[in-house]
């Protein structure tokens, strides 16, 4: 049972005597908001806050760089719900996390990224490591606090309440040395306000256009994912008829062996040309917690201006991506729930076997080749990784085809930077994956984006987590070399040499192997997924495998 952080905190505890430091007043109502760790590097300024977490039962955990921290703490938010927390010391330590506080922008995290400052009267006359925190980070954030004497647990819960509203986004918190370190007087942290699930008053008009449609197509999205609606997808499939289409991070909503899933569509556009007759075909698109940012240019105005089209999201925003007929705001899972029960009994649609046909073709379009190749390394260790697996995959070409090939027997089993595509991400998603998942973790990362990310290998080690590393070996930046070529440029600044990443793994406290071919990968695969500690897995490619390949 988790014990009370104030009164764990508090000098002379069970005297009655003493009163509380503004940072335990900060960990107290971490801890009521659900956060069970926090990550980051510490500096002198955060001291009070890192001591105050400990004492409230939130494990902080040291990580080698501040960005690399955010993504373990999206990593834990994603097997377990837990409170994302990122914690950083002032200016170089901001600067650091710059990065991953954008990507929990358009990813969608409600990540709470707490820094370290000094006290404003002496921001005026020293310098050192100063720079304004909230000016850098504001274009980034769903709102800058500063927390004040009296405010500390009160900005926190604005703060935790912001970040979770609506579409899931980071919120900043500065908090000075002062405050920090302060004598309080003692509050219980309480609970936060829960709110009910928005539902427009007049969902007529959209049940009138299901029910008549003859040919749907639902597109769902993140928000489903973020609300745990699967439930409610699956019951508005069976009403309705639709096939489902998904982006990358919906991708499991509902497991891609159902027949129903048609597959994920987001950067590829060989998936683009197999699914546009069916976008063409459909009488009704229902978009369903759609969100575009995951989506690469050819999804700009993908169907016409008059085509008929539910668009149900939970923050209505002006991206200008696509038009739609109707536009539903609120909670995605309980609108389609509510649309579910409007509808009549579930008739013939599609009657012509249209979606079957695009399955089928979707799945022969990223069948692997004979061979050796990316291809064969991701269908090897999709036959071999446990059910329930959680993958996370970096950046670069091979995220786009392991993102059409890979099938996911649920949500959140395939974790990746969708939104800001960030390199350096997927290793430490892994990271705090494995740290709460009680499932095999499974990392796949380009030898570029590994190299981003070495020292956090001393991290699994410390931590002690079975990860298994994927790193696709072709020692180049895979990706834009295929745009260079595409563009008729000369190849320039994209080869590097060669690491020994098998000897990287082993220095490390970790097992490492080096593999060419099939066998062997599935061999050292299953022995991976047994070992107590991590194993990289370094597969050598040939990055012209990518060409045509997505």
């Known amino acids: 049972m988790r ?16 009163c509380v430091r503004g940072a335990d007043l900060v960990a107290a109502r971490l801890a009521a908001a659900g956060a069970t760790h926090a990550f980051g590097i510490p500096g002198g300024e955060v001291l009070a ?8 039962d939130i494990r902080f955990l040291l990580a080698k760089h501040e960005n690399a921290a955010g993504f373990m703490a999206e990593g834990l938010w994603h097997a377990t719900g837990a409170q994302p927390v990122l914690i ?8 650091n996390a710059v990065n991953v506080v954008a990507n929990a922008q358009q990813d969608r995290v409600p990540l709470l990224f707490i820094t370290g400052c000094v006290d404003q009267a002496l921001a005026e006359s020293y310098t050192h490591q100063v720079f304004d925190h909230q000016a850098v980070l504001r274009p980034l954030v769903k709102a800058s606090f500063r927390a004040a004497p009296g405010t500390e647990d009160l900005v926190v819960a604005k703060a935790i309440a912001l970040a979770r509203r609506g579409r899931p986004g980071p919120v ?12 309080a007087p003692h509050r219980a942290p309480g609970r936060l306000p829960r709110s009910e699930a928005a539902v427009p008053a007049e969902l007529g008009p959209a049940a009138e256009r299901l029910a008549a449609a003859r040919r749907p197509l639902v597109i769902a999205g993140l928000d489903l994912v973020n609300e745990g609606a699967a439930p409610a997808l699956e019951q508005f499939l069976a009403r309705t008829g639709a096939p489902l289409l998904t982006t990358y991070k919906a991708k499991g909503l509902l497991p891609e062996d159902d027949q129903r899933v048609i597959g994920g569509i987001g950067l590829s556009p060989r998936a683009d040309a197999i699914v546009r007759p069916l976008l063409e075909a459909a009488d009704l698109i229902v978009l369903a917690g759609y969100d575009p940012i995951e989506m690469r240019q050819g999804w700009r105005h993908p169907w016409p201006q008059d085509k008929p089209v539910i ?5 209505a925003m002006p991206h200008g991506m696509h038009a739609a007929t109707l536009l539903l705001e609120g909670d995605v899972g309980t609108i389609l729930t509510r649309l ?16 079957a046909a695009v399955r089928s073709r979707f799945r022969e379009a990223f069948a692997a080749p004979p061979g050796w190749g990316p291809h064969a390394v991701f269908e090897t260790l999709r036959a071999v990784a446990p059910t329930g697996t959680i993958a996370t995959a970096d950046s670069g070409a091979h995220r786009i085809l392991l993102s059409q090939m890979w099938r996911c027997d649920g949500p959140r089993r395939l974790l990746q930077s969708t939104g800001l595509c960030t390199m350096g991400c997927a290793l430490p998603l892994a990271t705090g994956a494995a740290l709460g998942a009680g499932a095999p973790v499974l990392c796949f990362v380009g030898d570029a984006g590994l190299e981003m990310v070495l020292g956090e290998l001393a991290t699994l080690r410390d931590l002690e987590l079975p990860v298994v590393i994927v790193t696709l070996v072709d020692e180049s930046l895979g990706l834009i070399a295929l745009k260079q070529r595409q563009m008729g440029l000369r190849r320039a600044g994209v080869d590097f040499g060669g690491t ?3 000897a990287v793994a082993r220095a490390m406290g970790g097992h490492g192997v080096t593999i060419d071919d099939r066998e062997t990968l599935q061999r050292e695969a299953a ?24």
């Open 3 to 18: 014990h009370d952080p104030i009164s764990a905190s508090r000098p002379g505890a069970g005297t009655g005597q003493g």
């Open 172 to 183: 900043h918190i500065d908090l000075p040395i002062a405050v920090a370190e302060a004598p």
């Open 340 to 355: 579910t029960a409007a509808l009549p009994a579930a008739q013939a649609t599609w009657t012509a076997g249209e979606p």
């Open 500 to 502: 020994d990443f098998t």
């Open 527 to 550: 022995a991976a997924f047994s070992r107590k500690g991590f194993t990289l897995l370094a597969c050598r490619i040939d990055a012209a495998h990518y060409e045509g390949a997505f």
């Open 49 to 56: 806050l890192v001591d105050a977490l400990e004492r409230a």
């Open 88 to 95: 950083a010391t002032l200016g170089p330590g901001v600067a």
């Open 311 to 315: 668009d149900i999201v939970a923050e």
